[in-house]
């Protein structure tokens, strides 16, 4: 089998260089790359981790050392805030639970002026043009909001625009924050001119579009708030700025009505709560609500009588008082001027005070009901002992003589009190004992006994005790002036509690005006019971209220102005000399009237004082119509029926 031709295979050939001894030669560039030295490659990655750690141990030592300060500023823009949890204030009510005070919501609008500046807001006036849209809805001035909302430093991250807002002021900051975003949207914003764009005012937007309020913020607060305006204002009183009371109950009261604060931590960032970073809150607990013993009704029948009265008198002020007779609770207490608590700015600050506890002066007339008692009580002499009043009285060196001029009038002793003689009043209490001293002491006893120069039991911020001195200091004229009530000084309360007590048969209970206190657990505790003194004896006071009748009923006395159809009305007029506090000298007049209803049943005492008249000074005239108005309306509100009794009549001469 014939066989394919096999191919001669040349033998080969070694490359020249090879053949002459030398390595290979390759021009540049050409054939492939031989790979470097693997020790080479770990030096090269040893540098470069190196320098990377060098840099890292550099910015470290930059952060911890050199930047710390300024980063430290910078942490502030994202921390955890706390914020306190104000306790709703207890409310104050009337007797029947009439709201007189109450807590209501509000906030306190508050700023972060580090997002007003020009890093922040992107605008290099935040803070003017801010102040510029808020100045109106706040209603505080433009350099003052500008002031607050300009940031000064790292520990400047809040600020206090406007305190206790209503949610309708917070709403309307809101609905202008949603307009400027809206705006900006829309590629036109509001500028501080245009508070509401309208279509067309092309030459009043901002190109800017920048939400200058993004910094504005809320914080829940509470606004005390007093529904009836003046009502009861001078008992009540009012709180100040941080919603603590400042004068009267709301004072007097203030940490039981507060309740205790309590706190929220959140965390923020840029003024803006994370919810999901974790916080913690401590429930405030909100402090115990008052009732007291005031009956609106009356209440606001008081105040409109004497603030009319004072108008019509031009007086310097006046007080009306209403106490029940049975348990001593106070069911009105007027003065005038008033004042509106919740609106303080306007008040003028001499009329913020409760004149009737606070208001201390010489009472008069009034007064001689505690003279007669104790004559009585001392069995010296009766409503019929015979008097022979001389037209002057000389004593202690001074010459006495009665309001209206006499010659000598022959009075029983009931006369002398039903026509208010201070020249009978003298020669009574000269009975009181064998020497004048001694009926001094006699006297003073009873004064004191009646509740005269000690505090009434309410501790009312700024009550005065009045004046009595011991009957050891009294003077040679004292001795003769405080039996008919000048020489000693007490407030409107004093004096009202001496009818009660005669009202009461003899007893004083002291006055209240706090009826009870409903906790944080909702639960009532009653007021503990008043205390209760016999100052005289139940036959003494009978006869007193017979003979106090006289001095309304009869056409000889003093009070007919406050006479009731179809009610027994016992009664005292005062008429006296007022000492001037500032010149310390007498000057003006007090008038007052001072009665129980019913006389042979009595229920209810009403007092009227009024201060430095000026169209008449007389207190019959002046305070007994006043005494009638209330007493008739408080008489139908408690719904007391006459009884239908006659005056006792007891004769006014002999």
């Given at each position: 089998?014939?066989?394919?031709?096999?191919?001669?295979?040349?033998?080969?050939?070694?490359?020249?260089?090879?053949?002459?001894?030398?390595?290979?030669?390759?021009?540049?560039?050409?054939?492939?790359?031989?790979?470097?030295?693997?020790?080479?490659?770990?030096?090269?990655?040893?540098?470069?981790?190196?320098?990377?750690?060098?840099?890292?141990?550099?910015?470290?030592?930059?952060?911890?050392?050199?930047?710390?300060?300024?980063?430290?500023?910078?942490?502030?823009?994202?921390?955890?805030?706390?914020?306190?949890?104000?306790?709703?204030?207890?409310?104050?009510?009337?007797?029947?639970?009439?709201?007189?005070?109450?807590?209501?919501?509000?906030?306190?609008?508050?700023?972060?002026?580090?997002?007003?500046?020009?890093?922040?807001?992107?605008?290099?006036?935040?803070?003017?043009?801010?102040?510029?849209?808020?100045?109106?809805?706040?209603?505080?001035?433009?350099?003052?909001?500008?002031?607050?909302?300009?940031?000064?430093?790292?520990?400047?991250?809040?600020?206090?625009?406007?305190?206790?807002?209503?949610?309708?002021?917070?709403?309307?900051?809101?609905?202008?924050?949603?307009?400027?975003?809206?705006?900006?949207?829309?590629?036109?914003?509001?500028?501080?001119?245009?508070?509401?764009?309208?279509?067309?005012?092309?030459?009043?937007?901002?190109?800017?579009?920048?939400?200058?309020?993004?910094?504005?913020?809320?914080?829940?607060?509470?606004?005390?708030?007093?529904?009836?305006?003046?009502?009861?204002?001078?008992?009540?009183?009012?709180?100040?700025?941080?919603?603590?009371?400042?004068?009267?109950?709301?004072?007097?009261?203030?940490?039981?009505?507060?309740g205790r604060n309590g706190k929220t931590t959140y965390a923020q960032s840029g003024g803006q709560e994370v919810p999901?970073?974790?916080?913690?809150?401590?429930?405030?607990?909100?402090?115990?609500?008052?009732?007291?013993?005031?009956?609106?009704?009356?209440?606001?029948?008081?105040?409109?009588?004497?603030?009319?009265?004072?108008?019509?008198?031009?007086?310097?002020?006046?007080?009306?008082?209403?106490?029940?007779?049975?348990?001593?609770?106070?069911?009105?207490?007027?003065?005038?001027?008033?004042?509106?608590?919740?609106?303080?700015?306007?008040?003028?600050?001499?009329?913020?005070?409760?004149?009737?506890?606070?208001?201390?002066?010489?009472?008069?007339?009034?007064?001689?009901?505690?003279?007669?008692?104790?004559?009585?009580?001392?069995?010296?002499?009766?409503?019929?002992?015979?008097?022979?009043?001389?037209?002057?009285?000389?004593?202690?060196?001074?010459?006495?003589?009665?309001?209206?001029?006499?010659?000598?009038?022959?009075?029983?002793?009931n006369g002398v009190l039903a026509q208010s003689s201070n020249i009978g009043t003298i020669l009574a209490a000269e009975?009181?004992?064998?020497?004048?001293?001694?009926?001094?002491?006699?006297?003073?006893?009873?004064?004191?006994?009646?509740?005269?120069?000690?505090?009434?039991?309410?501790?009312?911020?700024?009550?005065?005790?009045?004046?009595?001195?011991?009957?050891?200091?009294?003077?040679?004229?004292?001795?003769?002036?405080?039996?008919?009530?000048?020489?000693?000084?007490?407030?409107?309360?004093?004096?009202?509690?001496?009818?009660?007590?005669?009202?009461?048969?003899?007893?004083?209970?002291?006055?209240?005006?706090?009826?009870?206190?409903?906790?944080?657990?909702?639960?009532?505790v009653p007021a503990p019971a008043p205390a209760e003194t016999r100052v005289v004896g139940a036959q003494t006071a009978?006869?007193?209220?017979?003979?106090?009748?006289?001095?309304?009923?009869?056409?000889?006395?003093?009070?007919?102005?406050?006479?009731?159809?179809?009610?027994?009305?016992?009664?005292?007029?005062?008429?006296?000399?007022?000492?001037?506090?500032?010149?310390?000298?007498?000057?003006?007049?007090?008038?007052?009237?001072?009665?129980?209803?019913?006389?042979?049943?009595?229920?209810?005492?009403?007092?009227?004082?009024?201060?430095?008249?000026?169209?008449?000074?007389?207190?019959?005239?002046?305070?007994?119509?006043?005494?009638?108005?209330?007493?008739?309306?408080?008489?139908?509100?408690?719904?007391?029926?006459?009884?239908?009794?006659?005056?006792?009549?007891?004769?006014?001469?002999?």
């Amino acid at each position: 089998v014939p066989q394919p031709a096999r191919r001669a295979v040349e033998p080969r050939r070694r490359p020249a260089a090879a053949r002459s001894g030398r390595g290979p030669q390759r021009p540049a560039g050409s054939g492939p790359l031989q790979l470097a030295s693997p020790q080479r490659r770990l030096r090269l990655v040893t540098v470069a981790l190196g320098a990377a750690f060098a840099l890292f141990v550099g910015r470290l030592v930059q952060l911890q050392l050199v930047d710390s300060t300024a980063l430290a500023a910078e942490a502030n823009v994202n921390l955890y805030q706390t914020v306190t949890l104000p306790a709703q204030r207890g409310t104050i009510t009337d007797a029947d639970g009439v709201v007189l005070a109450t807590t209501v919501d509000a906030y306190d609008i508050t700023a972060d002026p580090y997002m007003f500046t020009p890093g922040q807001a992107h605008i290099p006036d935040g803070p003017a043009r801010a102040a510029d849209l808020l100045s109106p809805i706040l209603g505080v001035d433009v350099p003052t909001l500008t002031r607050r909302l300009t940031y000064t430093g790292p520990g400047d991250r809040y600020a206090l625009l406007a305190k206790q807002q209503s949610p309708q002021t917070w709403n309307q900051v809101t609905a202008l924050e949603n307009t400027l975003v809206a705006q900006a949207w829309s590629g036109h914003c509001l500028t501080e001119n245009n508070l509401a764009l309208k279509a067309g005012d092309a030459g009043r937007v901002d190109e800017d579009c920048a939400n200058v309020l993004n910094g504005v913020f809320r914080q829940k607060d509470t606004k005390r708030v007093y529904p009836d305006g003046s009502l009861a204002a001078n008992v009540i009183g009012f709180v100040n700025a941080d919603g603590a009371g400042s004068g009267g109950l709301e004072e007097q009261y203030n940490a039981l009505l507060s309740g205790r604060n309590g706190k929220t931590t959140y965390a923020q960032s840029g003024g803006q709560e994370v919810p999901t970073a974790g916080g913690s809150e401590t429930a405030p607990v909100p402090g115990s609500s008052i009732r007291l013993t005031l009956n609106r009704d009356i209440q606001y029948e008081a105040q409109q009588a004497i603030t009319a009265e004072v108008r019509a008198a031009g007086a310097q002020q006046g007080y009306v008082i209403v106490q029940d007779v049975t348990d001593g609770k106070i069911l009105a207490m007027a003065t005038a001027p008033g004042f509106d608590p919740n609106d303080l700015a306007r008040a003028d600050p001499a009329d913020l005070g409760n004149t009737a506890l606070q208001d201390a002066y010489e009472p008069g007339s009034v007064s001689k009901l505690m003279t007669m008692s104790a004559v009585l009580q001392q069995n010296v002499a009766t409503p019929l002992t015979k008097v022979t009043v001389p037209g002057t009285l000389p004593r202690g060196g001074t010459l006495f003589h009665d309001d209206v001029a006499h010659g000598t009038e022959h009075l029983t002793l009931n006369g002398v009190l039903a026509q208010s003689s201070n020249i009978g009043t003298i020669l009574a209490a000269e009975q009181l004992g064998p020497t004048q001293q001694q009926a001094n002491r006699v006297l003073y006893g009873y004064l004191t006994k009646f509740g005269i120069g000690q505090p009434s039991g309410l501790d009312f911020p700024g009550e005065t005790p009045g004046i009595l001195a011991p009957p050891d200091q009294w003077s040679a004229s004292q001795q003769y002036t405080i039996p008919f009530g000048q020489g000693l000084s007490v407030n409107a309360l004093q004096t009202t509690s001496v009818y009660s007590t005669i009202a009461n048969g003899g007893v004083r209970v002291a006055p209240s005006l706090v009826a009870g206190v409903t906790g944080p657990n909702g639960v009532f505790v009653p007021a503990p019971a008043p205390a209760e003194t016999r100052v005289v004896g139940a036959q003494t006071a009978k006869t007193v209220a017979e003979m106090l009748q006289s001095v309304v009923a009869s056409q000889e006395g003093t009070g007919i102005m406050a006479q009731i159809p179809g009610y027994l009305v016992a009664g005292k007029t005062g008429t006296a000399n007022r000492v001037d506090p500032t010149t310390g000298r007498y000057s003006g007049y007090t008038s007052s009237f001072i009665g129980f209803a019913p006389a042979d049943r009595p229920r209810i005492t009403v007092s009227c004082v009024v201060q430095n008249p000026v169209n008449g000074h007389f207190g019959g005239e002046l305070c007994g119509p006043v005494f009638k108005q209330v007493m008739e309306f408080a008489l139908k509100s408690l719904q007391v029926p006459p009884t239908g009794a006659a005056a006792a009549n007891l004769p006014v001469n002999w």
